[in-house]
Structure formats: structure tokens, C-alpha cells
């Protein structure tokens, strides 16, 4: 049984300490590049599955520019068998149906049983290029999957789904088919030292994109079907406070706590200050005028 397992090598960003406005305040430090947290967890799931069928074999494929190496490397020291780098350089200016043409063009030449990616990316999060792989591939699809159990007598896949309301939904599925890897399914593996070190002197086959025949030119504008316009961090909420509020000094504020009401609604209302004395003489005087007399 071959294994496919399609991974996206993105730029993640954790701090903004760049001084350009136009890029979003991001430095050159505060990008770092690190395998799709789902496809790793793909990954994982395709190992396991080996681990119960022996004579399986997992290829990863990857499309991007050098970095791209990297993760397949990390791939290769998880367990992996083979590596494929789909070599262009700006990946990151492909949409979706693009990078799912390139990377379906080359499976199509792959004879392969089990296609496993994540079910989005935490960068771009659109989670087509899975979909639409199977699509131009003709083959079945099952998204966001979190159980996988292989049935290699009858050739299908029973598979567990997570709906909402914490409903879970089982179905078989016959392969060859892709599934996407949704949330939770696993916790992949951290590579051990030998696996590092073999990975090292591993070979990767890399195919550079301008090479292949594929059935539209993917540097031609006029082939993306979506285009990237900006990208910019949320804009932060504003406090609504009333002028009035923002006036008032913290003692009048929590005068208007004690009170419950607004001075507006009970202008007739006051404050008693002073002596314990002068505010019970005052509080009966007040009693008094409003018809309540207290009996000694």
C-alpha cells in the first residue's frame, strides 16, 4: 500500500518588531518556517498506519522554494520513506488551484492508494487545495477526519468525522481516495537522533516546476483563479465611555455605584456627609418631610 502525504511548509509569524508599516511591522526575525501543525499530524497518521501494515510506504510531497527542504527533511527523520520537492520559487504568490494542479499533475504519474493532507493551513486557512486535488484526480473525498482504520480485505476505509454538537459521523469510503486530517486526530511524533541523522544523508528528488508538463502555465497571472489583495492585523475595539463617564473623578463614580442610579433620573437626590451625629439629624429631618416620623 502507497501512502501519499501532502505537506505545505509555511512562514509563521510570532512577534511584529519590523519598523515598516507596508509589512505589517515584520522583521526578518520574526518569521519562522515550520511544517503545517495538520500536516504534520497527517504525517503521523500515515505512520501509524505503516506501523500496522508493513509493507506500506509513505511519500511526502511538498511544493515551495528551498525552505521547503527542510520540513521534508523533518518528515524523512518522522519515518517516511520517500521525499518529493516540487521546486518554484514565490509559492506563496500560488492560489489554491494552482498549487493543487501542480501537486495533482505529479500524483497523477505516483501509483498510490491513500492520499492524506491537512485539512487547512494556519497561514492562508482556506483548506482547498485537498478538495480540489481529488477533484482533478476523480477520486473520492472525505474531509476533517479524526479516526482512520484501513479494511485492506474488502480495499476501504472506515473513517470517523467530527460534526458539530458533538455529533461524530462513521462511514466507509473505498480508496483510492484523500482524506484531510482535521484537529485533534493525533499527536505526532517528535523525531528521535537516529532518525535525524539518517534523514541527513537521505535523498530528496526535487522537480522543478518550470519543467513539468503541466495543463496551464502557473506563473501566468491569468491562471489564478483568486488573487491575494492585502493582508492587515485586526483593528483594536474601542471602549465606549459616555463623555460624562470620562469626566467624572473615581469618588464620583463610586458615589453613582452607592446610589444605583444616574444623578440625570434623580436630580432630587444627595449625598449625606459629615459627623455621625449631623447625618442622623439630617436623615430624620428628610424622613420627616416626606411624611415618615420616627416614634422615641
Not at 506563473?219 to 492585502?230: G, H, I, K, M, Q
Not at 470620562?246 to 436630580?267: G, Q, T, Y
Amino acid at each position: 500500500m502507497k501512502i501519499i502525504v501532502c505537506v505545505k511548509h509555511i512562514k509563521y509569524i510570532y512577534a511584529q518588531t519590523g519598523t515598516d508599516p507596508k509589512k505589517n511591522f515584520i522583521g526578518p526575525d520574526d518569521i519562522v518556517h515550520l511544517i503545517n501543525p495538520l500536516d504534520e499530524s497527517a504525517v503521523e497518521e500515515a505512520l501509524r498506519i505503516k506501523e500496522k501494515h508493513k509493507e506500506s510506504e509513505i511519500l511526502v510531497m511538498s511544493l515551495g522554494d528551498r525552505w521547503v527542504e527542510e520540513g521534508l527533511r523533518r518528515c524523512l527523520s518522522m519515518g517516511a520513506d520517500k521525499a518529493i520537492h516540487l521546486y518554484v520559487e514565490n509559492g506563496d504568490n500560488l492560489d489554491s488551484w494552482t498549487t493543487a494542479t501542480i501537486m495533482a499533475h505529479s500524483i497523477r504519474a505516483l501509483d498510490f492508494d491513500l492520499i492524506f493532507c491537512g485539512r487547512e493551513s494556519i497561514d492562508d486557512q482556506c483548506g482547498l487545495v485537498g478538495p480540489y486535488i481529488a477533484e482533478i484526480l476523480k477520486i473520492p473525498y472525505v474531509p476533517g477526519i479524526i479516526k482512520f482504520e484501513m479494511d485492506g480485505v474488502h480495499g476501504k476505509a472506515l473513517v470517523h468525522r467530527a460534526l458539530e454538537g458533538g455529533n461524530r459521523e462513521i462511514m466507509f469510503c473505498k480508496v483510492p481516495a484523500l482524506f484531510t486530517v482535521g484537529k485533534g486526530m493525533n499527536l505526532p511524533r517528535y523525531p528521535g537522533l537516529p532518525g535525524i541523522l539518517k534523514a541527513e544523508h537521505q535523498r530528496i528528488e526535487t522537480l522543478d516546476v518550470k519543467h513539468l508538463e503541466l495543463p496551464v502555465d502557473p506563473f501566468d497571472p491569468a491562471s489564478s483563479l483568486t488573487e491575494w489583495v492585502s493582508l492587515s492585523p485586526p483593528k483594536p475595539r474601542r471602549k465606549r465611555k459616555s463623555s460624562e463617564e470620562v469626566k467624572l473623578s473615581a469618588s464620583d463614580r463610586l458615589k453613582r455605584i452607592v446610589k444605583r442610579s444616574d444623578p440625570k433620573e434623580k436630580e432630587d437626590s444627595k449625598v449625606l456627609e459629615g459627623s455621625s451625629d449631623k447625618v442622623f439629624s439630617e436623615f430624620e429631618r428628610v424622613m420627616e418631610e416626606n411624611g415618615i416620623v420616627f416614634v422615641k
